[in-house]
């Protein structure tokens, strides 16, 4: 896979620094939340740390380890400080609404990012499961994430627990498109999801 090219603006030395005019700053974070989303869907990240380090990917050969940092830039020897990172995600979780935390009780836990709606990924699930005739069927996580011979699309391909249960009770139980009846064995985990 060829490196994500960042935009001209993420070699601009002042973006590394929080702008004091009130205007500027938010084009300032404007920007910054456009190369988060757009790093994410070029990699199919999912979620990540407040200090930008990739915690899910959907592609299960990526060396997450190896991509290029989202906040630095070594060629103009940059680096976004924590404070700063921390008004960039709060600006994109609560101003342009693409994000939102994990676990809103420990935002530590990282950041889910939505590059694409919680409403289009709910649309390609239910899409999936009616289009395969499952409509009615209790389906496990694994069949909808994981199953190699269910012709799931590649867009649900290793896609995120954390993202599917948002979608599920976010979209499509709020929809009374779905159902889902937790484990037996851990009543945090789902066990099974029916959608109609």
């Not at 988060?36 to 199919?44: F, T």
């Not at 996580?141 to 599917?164: H, I, Q, R």
Request: glycine share 4%.
């Amino acid at each position: 896979m060829e490196p994500y090219e960042f935009p001209k603006i993420h070699s601009f030395p002042p973006m590394y620094t929080q702008q004091p005019n009130a205007t500027i700053l938010d084009n300032q974070l404007g920007s910054w939340c456009d190369i988060i989303l757009s790093y994410c869907e070029y990699y199919k990240i999912s979620s990540i740390t407040l200090t930008g380090t990739v915690i899910y990917s959907q592609f299960d050969d990526l060396d997450i380890t190896q991509l290029p940092p989202v906040f630095e830039n070594k060629a103009i020897d940059r680096a976004v400080n924590d404070e700063f990172k921390s008004t960039i995600f709060r600006h994109l979780i609560h101003k342009s609404k693409k994000a939102e935390y994990i676990n809103a009780k420990s935002p530590e836990a990282g950041v889910l990012i939505y590059w694409r709606s919680l409403v289009d990924w709910a649309n390609l699930i239910h899409d999936f499961v009616e289009n395969t005739g499952q409509s009615g069927t209790v389906l496990t996580v694994y069949e909808l994430t994981k199953s190699e011979d269910s012709g799931l699309p590649a867009d649900l391909k290793n896609f995120d627990y954390n993202m599917l249960v948002k979608v599920l009770k976010n979209v499509l139980i709020k929809q009374g498109k779905a159902q889902i009846l937790m484990s037996e064995d851990d009543p945090e985990q789902i066990g099974g999801v029916k959608i109609v």
